[in-house]
């Protein structure tokens, strides 16, 4: 009963390695499309269906243990008293194993005291990058400061265990970003417990170095007595130039503006509004650092910030200029600090952090009176430590339980009160992922997926990354040996050569709902339920939440009211009496409870579709009979 789809109209990937064939139809006149007939296991079914690139055979595993570790975003779901999928290996974690966590930096001891009660905890202080390699494949979650690089080879030699590194601060630049989301490895910092603390050293660097402070307290110590020599200068009226204006900038223009200086700012991605309302005006790039008597570095190591600060920009200065930095050394040309120093175009520097750390004793920077050096102690208060330890241990658990973490770094950044609006619709569209994909035969393998969300809301103000991210999952996780989650989800797409394009649609509902319905077409393919096509030949299946949970409303040309739990069994019948009663009793008869059943149709007495929601999995026979209902054209069991 299966038909062709038409041809697609997004781009195409290359042919799919064939696959063993289909095992062949029971002996009756209709095709049954039960593909799992021959599977050796109750709880799975072989599948035919494929991906472009993929060169093993593929399994649909109808279930997986309830296990503790999922980074779908899928806390909201444990209120609705759903059983989720969870995307790590059973091999390695059982649900009733408390998770490992490898912390390899000192942590304050409430931080400490917070993983205890949720995992097995090992502080193994020091290690090489040979022994942390070595070490890793034994943990799930890794915790880590500045000092401890998680490059590409500490997490290939995870073997697909690690599934969170907590970074126990702002900075990101000792975790290597691009492994960590192909493998599927959740990133998460702690950028709100040390924001102050940062702050408040940038100001007391700044003040230090415009009073000569720590030279002063040297010469004092010495026994000298040199008032003249010590001069300083006045904050009141000068211009600092904040370079970034994120959570700690933004403080620390807060505070320079009660010092009573003058407050301009250079940020490509910082909003105008949020920087006027503290009387901080943003500039660009050059005006800030040729305007400004001091310059606060504040940015992130980033490769277009990597020695940012070179010979031409402080070439650009103006002389005698005063620069700090409590952000990352790497944003500083060091040797060219040295030459701007020497040649006084800078006139102090106060330094916090280096490319190095800790920096050489033959570094030159190391010889200058008028630079201020501390050890990287922006963070670094009672507070702050005990603050940082909290924030990233309660972002590693939450991660471990399969929260999304408001500090996730590679993943998308989805504010508390919109994931607490999407949350029923993350459900819904991995089920509709997973359920579109059960209706593929197979052909050439899943290439497009258009996915249209219906909504009353304005486009721009609609963001679906979390919800294309459990389309995603829901497509490529039951027909692979992926595990796919809310990080690896577009870039596991991507590899498997599906392309996956989105719509948003205006619609005349509520607007209190972010959404109305979600529509999933897969293109170019065929479908195991002829039904299922569309009008233009395209695998169709529509859903919205209704009371809280998922249903699905339409497959197809047909409307349904599904609740998407349990197991469904679509039946194409022509639409006569007596056929909810057939059907029944067929099931009634081997015990099996029926949920819920649904009849759609297009027009009275032609054809209809019956959805039947069963709490069993039917056996063959079972489902044989129902096939064998006259009325009844096509079928196909699926597993929710």
Not at 598 to 606: A, I, L
Request: a neutral charge; glycine letters at 6%; aromatic letters at 4%.
């Amino acid at each position: 009963m299966a038909a062709s789809a038409s041809s697609a109209n997004h781009i195409l990937s290359p042919p799919s390695p064939s696959f063993p064939s289909p095992p062949p139809p029971p002996s009756t006149t209709k095709f049954s499309h039960l593909s799992f007939l021959n599977s050796s296991s109750s709880s799975s079914f072989a599948s035919n269906i494929s991906f472009p690139n993929l060169s093993h055979s593929l399994i649909l595993r109808s279930q997986q243990p309830p296990l503790f570790i999922t980074n779908a975003a899928l806390k909201t779901a444990e209120s609705l008293n759903i059983s989720l999928s969870k995307t790590i290996d059973p091999t390695h974690i059982t649900s009733t194993t408390k998770p490992t966590i490898l912390v390899s930096e000192k942590l304050g001891e409430a931080g400490l005291d917070l993983l205890r009660t949720f995992g097995d905890v090992q502080c193994l202080y020091d290690l090489s990058p040979e022994q942390l390699c070595k070490e890793i494949s034994k943990f799930d979650a890794l915790i880590v400061r500045s000092g401890t690089k998680v490059s590409r080879q500490v997490f290939e030699a995870a073997n697909g265990r690690l599934k969170v590194v907590g970074r126990a601060g702002v900075g990101i630049d000792n975790v290597d970003l691009q492994a960590a989301t192909e493998l599927g490895c959740l990133v998460v910092n702690a950028p709100t417990a040390n924001t102050i603390a940062a702050a408040e050293h940038a100001i007391a660097l700044l003040a230090s170095m415009a009073r000569n402070v720590a030279q002063s307290d040297a010469s004092v110590k010495s026994g000298k007595w040199q008032r003249t020599k010590y001069i300083g200068v006045s904050l009141v009226g000068k211009t600092l130039a904040v370079m970034g204006f994120g959570k700690v900038g933004s403080e620390v223009a807060r505070r320079a503006k009660g010092l009573g200086m003058n407050v301009i700012s250079h940020d490509p991605y910082a909003p105008a509004d949020r920087a006027r309302a503290i009387g901080v005006d943003l500039v660009s790039f050059d005006e800030a650092i040729s305007t400004a008597d001091f310059i606060s570095l504040h940015m992130p190591l980033t490769p277009a910030t990597s020695k940012v600060f070179n010979d031409d920009t402080f070439a650009k200065m103006k002389k005698g200029a005063r620069i700090i930095n409590v952000a990352r050394g790497g944003v500083i040309d060091e040797d060219a600090l040295v030459r701007a120093l020497e040649s006084g175009v800078v006139s102090q520097a106060a330094l916090d952090v280096f490319s190095k750390e800790p920096p050489t004793q033959d570094s030159k920077l190391l010889q200058f009176e008028n630079v201020t050096l501390t050890p990287h102690l922006g963070a670094s208060t009672k507070e702050a430590q005990e603050g940082v330890a909290i924030e990233i241990a309660e972002a590693v658990v939450g991660a471990l339980r399969g929260e999304l973490s408001a500090t996730a770094v590679n993943a998308p950044m989805v504010p508390a009160e919109v994931l607490s609006q999407l949350a029923p619709y993350v459900l819904l569209a991995e089920k509709l992922g997973r359920l579109a994909v059960q209706l593929v035969a197979g052909g050439d393998g899943i290439k497009s997926v258009k996915v249209a969300y219906r909504s009353a809301r304005d486009p721009d103000d609609l963001d679906t990354r979390l919800l294309r991210a459990m389309i995603i999952k829901g497509i490529i996780e039951p027909i692979s040996s992926s595990f796919v989650n809310l990080v690896n989800a577009d870039f596991t797409a991507k590899q498997k050569g599906l392309r996956i394009s989105e719509e948003r649609v205006l619609v005349d509902s509520s607007p209190e709902n972010p959404i109305d319905s979600i529509q999933v077409q897969i293109s170019n393919t065929e479908s195991k339920f002829a039904s299922a096509e569309s009008e233009h030949g395209n695998v169709s299946i529509e859903g919205r939440v209704k009371y809280g949970m998922p249903h699905l409303t339409r497959v197809g040309s047909f409307s349904v009211d599904v609740s998407l739990e349990g197991n469904l069994i679509l039946c194409c019948q022509v639409d006569q009496p007596g056929m909810i009663g057939r059907v029944g009793n067929i099931l009634g008869e081997q015990n099996c409870n029926v949920s819920f059943m649904s009849v759609g149709r297009t027009v009275k007495r032609t054809k209809a579709i019956m959805a039947i929601g069963v709490d069993e999995e039917p056996d063959k026979n079972t489902l044989k009979k129902i096939g064998e209902v006259p009325a009844i054209e096509e079928f196909v069991f699926l597993k929710l």
